[in-house]
């Protein structure tokens, strides 16, 4: 009976050693296949993230490559836009010069003085009254052009200003005035009134930019305004008003006249200055450069 029950015990220990092992077994084959399986998923996974990860690079690449080209673009379309604005404000300053040379009297610099023809019509556009102030004689009305006074009555400040005893004994004369002038002279000195009298037409005063000094000392009798120390201060500063003097010793139109300054604005005033020329030295064409800017300050 001992026998037999020892068999049993030692069956039973098989049995259950075999079941134990046949368990772990699964266990293992279990563990294996799962581990197998997530070595796969893994190696899925991985797969897939290179996938993702190359796919995003070439997104990244392709997005980068349409930045620059959009910035491209955008750097084209607004170097085109910049150009078309230039070239609009270039035909816009274009047609502003040719505007602003419609409206500038042409007249303004040009030669007379026996070159060119002033008609009786011709008068300043707009005209001031000098102020008696600066004038040699208050009860006779001097007229300057209204573009022309700023300059003119700077230079007789600054003048002041230095001492400088600046006084205008005439200014604008229009046609009929010196028609009336010159016959006088002509009664007076005959044919030798042309080397100091313009006729009719062809009097820089007419224009209204030109005016004739004298001092208070000399009054009417400037002949001798050479001398004195308001010719040399003029001679040494009209240039920085725009003035000049148009009739210079040697020139070839009248005499000498000291007495007898131009307005021609600072510009040509300066060139002149600074090359020791005369008005009548330059060409029309040169002399017409600085019509424009003839009223700049």
Do not use: C
């Not at 092992?21 to 266990?27: A, H, K, V």
């Not at 980068?64 to 300053?93: C, F, H, S, V, Y």
């Amino acid at each position: 009976m001992k026998a037999e029950s020892s068999n049993k015990i030692n069956i039973l220990l098989i049995f259950l050693a075999l079941v134990i092992i046949g368990y772990l077994g699964y266990q293992n084959y279990t563990l294996n296949q799962t581990k197998i399986a997530l070595e796969i998923e893994l190696e899925n996974t991985k797969q897939d993230f290179v996938s993702t990860t190359e796919k995003l690079s070439s997104d990244i690449e392709a997005f980068r490559d349409l930045l620059i080209t959009t910035q491209g673009e955008k750097i084209t379309a607004e170097q085109d836009a910049l150009r078309r604005q230039e070239l609009l404000d270039g035909m816009a300053n274009t047609l502003g010069l040719y505007q602003k040379l419609a409206n500038t009297d042409r007249e303004l610099l040009a030669k007379y003085s026996k070159i060119y023809f002033l008609n009786e019509l011709y008068t300043p556009k707009l005209s001031i009254t000098i102020p008696t102030q600066y004038t040699l004689e208050p009860e006779k009305e001097k007229m300057i052009s209204v573009e022309v006074w700023p300059f003119l009555r700077q230079m007789l400040d600054d003048a002041v200003s230095a001492n400088i005893d600046l006084k205008i004994i005439s200014a604008f004369r229009s046609f009929d005035t010196q028609n009336t002038l010159k016959s006088a002279y002509k009664v007076t000195f005959g044919s030798n009134a042309n080397t100091f009298s313009a006729d009719q037409g062809y009097s820089e005063h007419q224009l209204g930019t030109t005016v004739d000094f004298t001092t208070t000392k000399l009054g009417a009798n400037n002949l001798t305004f050479e001398k004195t120390p308001e010719y040399k201060w003029l001679t040494e500063n009209a240039y920085k008003y725009g003035f000049i003097l148009s009739y210079p010793k040697g020139n070839a139109y009248y005499i000498f006249e000291p007495w007898h300054w131009r307005f021609v604005g600072k510009g040509l005033a300066l060139r002149l200055y600074n090359e020791g020329k005369n008005f009548y030295d330059l060409s029309q064409r040169d002399i017409n450069e600085y019509l424009l800017t003839i009223f700049n300050q």
